[in-house]
């Protein structure tokens, strides 16, 4: 009964015709040809014949075979039989089909995936008399599919991965990123992260705690031609998919008792390139051996891709930051070299401030000047040029040095010093904006006015000057203020005048001093009034850094600053 012609009948094997016996071979070499096997079940006797094949699939010796559905039963998981049996009994009781998968579990414990497919066969008056089918193994099948969703979910859990690598920082942070999930989602134990030199002498790595520190400490920092698959994977751009140990140090002698330390079987190293180049490597670590599959090799590799992705940002992150870095340095170094001291006559006190701005991106165009010209006047400037880079600096140094050279040949007002400066950059092609506030202060025996210094002054778009009388009340000199240098050489301009006591002190100051991001320009100005009418005692110098201690902790700009008092 274990062949597939003994299946033609309960009573054991018939009389065939020629054309018969072709039919039953073509038969077999199908069945053997899908890897199927046959069941027939005679629901009148209970009796079950099926071939080796089913047998096989099901681990049953045939010798031990009792030829009823007992045979069948006793193989098939407990947790599965309920939907075996129900399958057939519904067949049964619809004269239909039956299609089901289940496992069996083989005497040795093994458990394999049957998927069983039948038909109800009924006689004459309709009533079902048997149930015949076939059998197929589907364990290769179905390990097959749930291994492709295991890999698809894992592909999947690059998503999650690769958000958290966007906003790591520091080369620490992705390797906690490695080590929290990487690992888990590649099944390794360890993993270390190597990043060459920027000479290419000398790795550095990055280890996981598998790694006892002893091995930590030892491959810290490698020579660039060090005999381990990390170290060959960034001089080479060579993958490393090594299944055991034996496999590691065939390839690298001398490696036997690293990996031996690192308890480490499988492994394997894969190129970390950006650009073209290859500049580190990731290694992944098990401690029994790995069959790398396609699959895993690829979740690997894009995992790499990954962690190179986010390596790169961070290098090139903190390569910006260092040439804003030394950006920030040269201009704050040329702003400083031109904001000179101002000169300090017997009767004026002047003191100044320069501020770079809390962001390193931020230093730019503020410059404060003062200085005598031939006709004994006192010449203080305020300005801003517009831009916050090296460029808006070296515009500053250009519009400085113009107007102090035009101050010193035009011995005229405000007003016309600035108009002429306006003029004098058009023509020298100095393409810039530019605030600024101009004011003279006559010497003293020609500056007296109503017991006190005639201050003119004329206002180029800036911020206006604040006056702090001798009582404490504050002014701000709000004149309506002329267009901003650069605009219109030809525009007019106008003068102002206000008489300066004894006691009294003026303000000078650019936006950085007032301004706060999402705040009007108005707020800041109240603030700074409200501000230096508490300070009316305070010399020029104590009075400039009261003014930065409590408005410009903070400041989001650059701040320049000029106090005058007359003495």
Wanted: glycine share 8%; hydrophobic share 45%; charged share 20%.
């Amino acid at each position: 009964m274990s062949r597939p012609a003994d299946l033609g009948g309960a009573h054991g094997p018939v009389d065939l015709s020629a054309g018969e016996r072709l039919t039953q071979a073509r038969l077999r070499l199908a069945l053997e040809a899908a890897h199927l096997g046959l069941w027939d079940w005679d629901l009148a006797t209970g009796g079950l014949v099926w071939d080796e094949r089913s047998m096989a699939m099901f681990g049953v010796d045939p010798a031990e075979v009792t030829g009823f559905v007992t045979d069948i039963e006793e193989p098939i998981h407990p947790e599965d039989l309920p939907q075996v049996q129900a399958a057939l009994a519904g067949a049964i009781a619809t004269a239909s089909t039956v299609d089901v998968e289940f496992r069996v579990v083989w005497p040795d414990g093994t458990i394999r995936w049957v998927y069983a497919r039948g038909q109800a066969v009924t006689d004459s008056t309709g009533e079902v008399v048997r149930v015949i089918g076939t059998n197929v193994d589907v364990t290769e099948r179905r390990h097959a599919a749930e291994q492709r969703t295991a890999d698809a979910q894992r592909m999947a859990g690059l998503v999650a991965v690769a958000q958290v690598l966007g906003e790591a920082q520091s080369h620490l942070e992705v390797l906690q990123v490695v080590t929290a999930q990487g690992v888990t989602l590649l099944g390794a134990q360890g993993a270390v992260l190597c990043l060459a030199d920027p000479e290419g002498k000398q790795v550095r790595t990055w280890t996981t705690s598998f790694f006892g520190e002893p091995v930590r400490a030892d491959v810290a920092e490698l020579p660039a031609d060090f005999p381990l698959p990390m170290i060959h994977a960034i001089a080479t751009g060579t993958a490393h998919f090594l299944p055991d140990r034996a496999a590691a140090v065939a390839l690298f002698p001398g490696s036997e008792e690293l990996y031996a330390q690192a308890r480490t079987q499988g492994s394997a190293a894969v190129p970390l390139r950006a650009d073209g180049r290859v500049f580190g490597s990731l290694s992944v670590a098990f401690d029994v051996p790995h069959e790398w599959r396609p699959a895993d090799r690829e979740l690997l590799e894009t995992f790499a891709a990954l962690t190179a992705q986010a390596l790169e940002r961070i290098r090139a992150r903190d390569a910006e930051r260092g040439a804003a870095e030394a950006g920030r340095r040269l201009s704050e170094t040329l702003q400083r070299s031109l904001l000179t001291n101002p000169p300090q006559p017997d009767d004026l006190s002047i003191a100044v401030r320069y501020q770079p701005a809390a962001e390193q991106a931020q230093v730019g165009g503020d410059w404060y000047d003062a200085f005598h010209t031939p006709d004994g006047t006192t010449t203080l400037v305020i300005g801003d040029v517009a831009g916050h880079d090296r460029t808006a600096t070296a515009a500053m140094a250009q519009v400085r040095n113009v107007l102090r050279g035009v101050a010193q040949t035009l011995e005229e007002s405000p007003a016309a010093v600035l108009s002429a400066l306006d003029r004098a950059l058009d023509g020298l092609g100095v393409a810039t904006l530019a605030t600024a506030i101009l004011c003279q202060v006559a010497g003293h025996r020609a500056g007296a006015a109503r017991g006190g210094r005639l201050l003119r002054w004329s206002n180029a778009g800036h911020p206006p000057p604040l006056l702090v009388r001798p009582d404490g009340t504050v002014e701000l000199l709000e004149r309506r203020a002329d267009l901003l240098l650069g605009v219109d050489p030809a525009a007019g301009r106008a003068d102002h005048t206000v008489v300066l006591h004894p006691g009294a002190a003026l303000v000078l100051y650019t936006d950085g001093l007032i301004e706060r991001r999402g705040e009007p320009l108005d707020a800041g100005l109240r603030r700074l009034a409200a501000t230096a009418a508490g300070l009316p005692a305070l010399s020029a110098e104590e009075l400039s850094d009261a003014l930065l201690d409590r408005l410009a902790r903070d400041a989001e700009d650059d701040v320049a600053l000029l106090v005058l008092r007359p003495v």
